[in-house]
């Protein structure tokens, strides 16, 4: 294994030190050169940029607003929603110098819509033949001041930042997921952003398949505030069993989960980002908003699905369980893996090309009969989460299940979150705690030209529109998938697993993510 401990730079460290004594220090009062109405502090700062504008800042309980004095410019008010960090440290000349970083929502050119955009501003505290330590410690008030900013109360949710211990992230890097390039997406932005919004964290990058299962399932998570996954959804699959497999599985799933994207397919991520409301975004954009979102987000309650296999098997999932076309694509596009996201459209025109079909049975308990009082409790000797839903598979399943009559489909698939991958927004409506298996399927008889207009539309999340008599949606606690077909491919999370009888069932909020 391993592991390299990325230090906060010393003045990172120094600011952080005095925010932490200044929690119960009077930052509200005004400072000795007066304050605007409203205002929590207000004082005059040079440019750091020039060294000669004059500027005035006004920080109030939502936004900080910047004047400058020297001409008759409008003010610039900054919205503190959008800013990450903030920090003070001696000037390279003289001084004190206050560096805050604003991620504000912007229009740029060939983007469907605003997104989060990178913008550091410096200003400069003090001259020449000025004390700088006083200058200092004014610039670590200020900064201390920002960084503990009236926050907004939130109902469904507390901030990551408040529940944060000084003990820091574990990051965990596959470097060969997607195109191989998540160290590169570490080194060119995570690190940055992790370090502006004052988070310590230590980077693990794993060398096998299961060695992030293995480190979390001996790892002393007290040791951490988060474990967080930079990589596809492969990694956080991992992440989720080691835990589930802990003796003390009940805590360790407790501890707040990140995602950032990293891989190929990058369907949580884009989920998180879906759940924000804001516009689509893909790429380093994706990544801005899920940087942004683990620092400033919410610890919010994650479903798990317990998924058992026909050998007796258990794993826990978060996304997704697959069956036919979709997890055909999955699979066979492995070999396409160098060239990213674009290796699931060619596995797809690949596919069209060859359309399968499976003969099977499906049942599932509906969404509305949320108690299922007809099911027993399956395996009462595993004591994590007892699938209370589900009858064991060599039994009829209860009465008050639907039954799909045996037949032939194209697909089946069930959806625990709103994406499918980066650009396949599958179930719109998908909630990380809404209780509920999203469950697609599609009937044979499809052409391929119906096939492919619905993954077309499934880019805008408009796929249930199109009218197509072969696609059937319904929400589900609980279901059970019976192939009859000799030879098939099965995935959960996608990641592939023995092919034969399954079924499921959701846990509610077992589980925490840091999300919108």
């Not at 929590?40 to 006004?58: K, P, Q, Y």
Request: proline share 4%; with cysteine; glycine share 8%.
């Amino acid at each position: 294994m391993h592991m390299c401990l990325k230090s906060v730079p010393r003045q990172h460290a120094l600011t952080a030190a005095s925010s932490r004594r200044g929690m119960d220090e009077p930052d509200a009062a005004p400072q000795r050169n007066g304050s605007a109405a409203g205002a929590r502090m207000h004082g005059l700062f040079t440019e750091e940029d020039t060294g000669r504008l004059t500027v005035a800042l006004t920080l109030s309980d939502s936004c900080l607003t910047v004047q400058t004095i020297s001409c008759a410019s409008a003010p610039e008010h900054l919205d503190l929603r959008d800013c990450l960090g903030s920090r003070a440290h001696r000037g390279e000349a003289q001084g004190a110098q206050l560096c805050l970083y604003f991620y504000p929502y912007r229009r740029r050119w060939m983007a469907s819509g605003p997104v989060r955009q990178r913008d550091e501003r410096r200003f400069r505290l003090g001259t020449e033949g000025s004390d700088e330590d006083a200058s200092l410690r004014e610039a670590e008030r200020w900064a201390r001041a920002i960084n503990t900013a009236r926050r907004p109360e939130h109902t469904h949710g507390v901030l990551f930042s408040e529940v944060r211990r000084p003990c820091g992230v574990m990051v965990l890097v596959n470097p060969q997921s997607g195109r191989g390039q998540a160290m590169a997406l570490y080194n060119g932005h995570v690190q940055r952003m992790l370090t502006e919004a004052d988070i310590p964290h230590t980077l693990f990058i794993t060398e096998r398949q299961n060695h992030a299962r293995d480190l979390v399932r001996s790892a002393d998570l007290t040791q951490w505030d988060a474990l967080v996954i930079l990589s596809g959804d492969g990694l956080l699959f991992e992440v989720v069993n080691g835990l589930m497999e802990r003796q003390d599985w009940e805590k360790a799933i407790q501890t707040p989960l990140g995602i950032l994207p990293g891989g190929s397919g990058n369907a949580l991520a884009a989920s998180v980002h879906h759940y924000t409301r804001a516009s689509p975004v893909w790429g380093e954009d994706l990544l801005t908003s899920c940087g942004f979102l683990l620092c400033k987000g919410l610890v919010s309650k994650l479903d798990l699905i317990s998924i058992r296999l026909s050998s007796g098997a258990r794993l826990f999932s978060f996304l997704s369980l697959a069956w036919g076309f979709v997890a055909d694509v999955d699979i066979e596009s492995e070999q396409f893996r160098q060239i990213g996201a674009l290796r699931f459209i060619l596995g797809t025109l690949l596919r069209l090309a060859s359309l399968r079909i499976y003969q099977g049975k499906l049942a599932f308990l509906p969404a509305e009969n949320e108690c299922g009082s007809d099911s027993a409790s399956f395996s009462p000797s595993d004591s994590r989460l007892p699938d209370h839903l589900l009858a064991p598979l060599e039994q009829p399943v209860p009465r008050d299940w639907t039954l799909v009559e045996e037949r032939e489909f194209v697909l089946v698939l069930a959806m625990f979150q709103s994406h499918l991958s980066e650009d396949l927004l599958a179930a719109p409506d998908a909630r990380t705690d809404d209780g509920l298996i999203h469950l697609f399927y599609v009937t044979a008889g499809i052409s391929r030209a119906a096939l492919l207009r619905l993954f077309r539309a499934m880019q805008s999340g408009t796929h249930l529109d199109c009218g197509c008599a072969h696609l059937v949606y319904r929400r589900a606690r609980a279901l059970r998938l019976e192939p009859l077909s000799a030879a098939g491919v099965m995935t959960v999370d996608g990641e592939r697993v023995e092919y034969g009888p399954v079924q499921a069932q959701v846990h509610r909020g077992v589980a925490r993510l840091i999300s919108a």
